[in-house]
C-alpha cells in the first residue's frame, strides 16, 4: 500500500487584482500566415533564456530571430490567453544559494517583431518550478514545483505581471523507487476543461491528486478523492484530456507506459481503464517518457521516450478510449523531452534537449502519421515549445 497523501492546503488571504487581463475565452480562430515560435531552454551549456523564430504553417518554414529574453533556466513556457504576456518557470535559479525559493517569471509580448519585455519574477513558494498553465479566465497561473514537492497559484495582473501566491499546498510520501521516489515530485498541474478541478500529476507519490478549484479566488481545495494512484514504480509525468473531455490519459516517466482514465467531470473523479507500454517489445536499453499529447480530433495520442529516442503513437478508439499502438518513429535526435503541435495541427515540433535540436515533422492529416521534414541544430537544450501568432 502507498502512503495516503496527507496535506494541508495553504490559503494565502492577500489576493491581488483578479480582474481578466484576456480576451474572451472562447474566441474565434483564425489562422495567420506567420506564428512567433519560442523555445524555452536550460542554461547549463551554451543556453541564456527563451529563444523565438517565425514560423510559417503554409510551408513549415522557421526563421532565427535570436534571443528573446535572457532568464534562469525557463523550461516550461505559457503563453496568456490574450497573446499578450509569456510566462517562464526558472526552475534552478538559486539552486547554489540554500533555501531560496525558485522563481516565475512573466513577459509582455511585442505582437508584431515577438520580442520579450520583462515584466516581473515572483517566488514559487518551492523548488525547481518544472511546469506551468494558465486557468480558463486567463487569471491565474498554476505552478508545479518537482523538486519540493509543491503546487501554487498565482495571481495575474491585468497589465501581465504576477501577484504573491493564493494557495500553496505541500505534499507527502513516497513510494517504490529508492532514489526517484523518496518524496514528493509535483511534475505538472492543469485545470479541467470546465474550470473546475486542477490536477498534478506526482512522480514520487505514483498519484494524479485532483484539487477542487476556485479561480475567482485563486483557491485550491483536496477533491474527494484526493487523488487517483498508480501501480507502484510508475512515476506519473504529464496528463492529456481527450477533447471530449471523458476520458484523461497520464504518461509513467519511470515505467514507460500511457495510464488511461474515464473522466466524471462533474466529480473530478478519474477511473483506471487500461495501461499500455510506450516502448517496442523485447526494447531492453534505458528509457523514461517526457511528454503526451493528443491531436485536436481526438483520434490519436503521441508520447516521447527519452533513451530510445522516439514518439510512440497510439490510435484512440472512438467508442472506448482504449489505445492500440500505431508505429514508434525516431525523433531524429537524443533526450526528446517536448513535443507539441503546431496552431494548425499540421506539424509536431520535437525539442531533443540531448542534442540541442528541434526537429520539424509533417503530421499526416488523414492517418496521424508524422514524417520528419527540417531540423533547428542553433537552439541549445530545447525543453518547451509555445506559439504566438504575429500580428499585422
Request: charged residues 15%; hydrophobic residues 40%; proline residues 8%.
Amino acid at each position: 500500500m502507498l502512503p495516503r497523501l496527507l496535506r494541508t492546503v495553504t490559503v494565502v488571504t492577500a489576493l491581488a487584482s483578479t480582474a481578466a487581463p484576456g480576451m474572451p475565452a472562447r474566441a474565434a480562430q483564425v489562422s495567420p500566415a506567420e506564428y512567433f515560435v519560442y523555445f524555452g531552454t536550460y542554461n547549463r551549456t551554451a543556453g541564456k533564456g527563451i529563444y523565438a523564430y517565425r514560423f510559417q504553417p503554409a510551408t513549415g518554414a522557421l526563421a532565427s530571430l535570436g534571443l528573446a529574453a535572457e532568464t534562469p533556466h525557463p523550461s516550461f513556457l505559457a503563453v496568456h490567453p490574450n497573446r499578450r504576456f509569456l510566462y517562464a518557470v526558472n526552475e534552478h535559479e538559486g539552486e547554489d544559494l540554500p533555501g531560496k525559493n525558485n522563481t516565475v517569471s512573466a513577459f509582455a509580448i511585442e505582437p508584431t517583431t515577438g520580442k520579450l519585455t520583462f515584466l516581473n519574477k515572483v517566488s514559487s513558494r518551492g523548488e525547481g518550478p518544472c511546469h506551468l498553465s494558465i486557468d480558463k479566465t486567463g487569471r491565474m497561473l498554476l505552478v508545479a514545483n518537482y523538486r519540493s514537492g509543491s503546487v501554487v497559484v498565482l495571481p495575474i495582473h491585468p497589465d501581465g505581471e504576477l501577484g504573491e501566491a493564493t494557495a500553496f499546498d505541500q505534499h507527502q510520501g513516497k513510494s517504490i523507487d529508492p532514489v526517484r521516489q523518496a518524496g514528493p515530485h509535483a511534475h505538472f498541474i492543469l485545470p479541467s476543461p470546465d474550470n473546475r478541478f486542477a490536477l498534478t500529476a506526482d512522480l514520487g507519490l505514483d498519484q494524479v491528486v485532483v484539487y477542487r478549484f476556485e479561480a475567482s479566488r485563486g483557491r485550491l481545495a483536496p477533491n474527494d478523492p484526493p487523488f487517483a494512484a498508480f501501480r507502484p514504480g510508475t512515476g506519473p509525468r504529464h496528463l492529456a484530456f481527450h477533447p471530449a473531455a471523458d476520458a484523461v490519459y497520464v504518461n509513467g516517466e519511470i515505467a514507460s507506459t500511457v495510464t488511461a482514465f474515464t473522466y466524471n467531470a462533474k466529480a473530478g473523479t478519474l477511473g483506471e481503464f487500461q495501461t499500455i507500454s510506450t516502448l517496442p517489445a523485447g526494447f531492453a536499453g534505458s528509457s523514461t517518457t517526457a511528454e503526451i499529447q493528443i491531436d485536436r480530433a481526438g483520434r490519436f495520442l503521441y508520447v516521447s521516450n527519452r533513451g530510445h529516442n522516439s514518439i510512440a503513437m497510439f490510435a484512440i478508439d472512438k467508442a472506448t478510449k482504449k489505445l492500440a499502438l500505431v508505429e514508434h518513429v525516431p525523433t531524429g535526435g537524443n533526450t526528446p523531452r517536448y513535443f507539441t503541435f503546431d496552431p494548425t495541427g499540421s506539424y509536431l515540433l520535437v525539442a531533443n534537449q540531448g542534442s540541442n535540436t528541434v526537429v520539424v515533422h509533417r503530421v499526416d492529416a488523414n492517418t496521424g502519421r508524422i514524417t520528419p521534414v527540417r531540423t533547428l541544430t542553433d537552439v541549445p537544450e530545447p525543453v518547451s515549445i509555445v506559439f504566438v501568432p504575429v500580428k499585422r
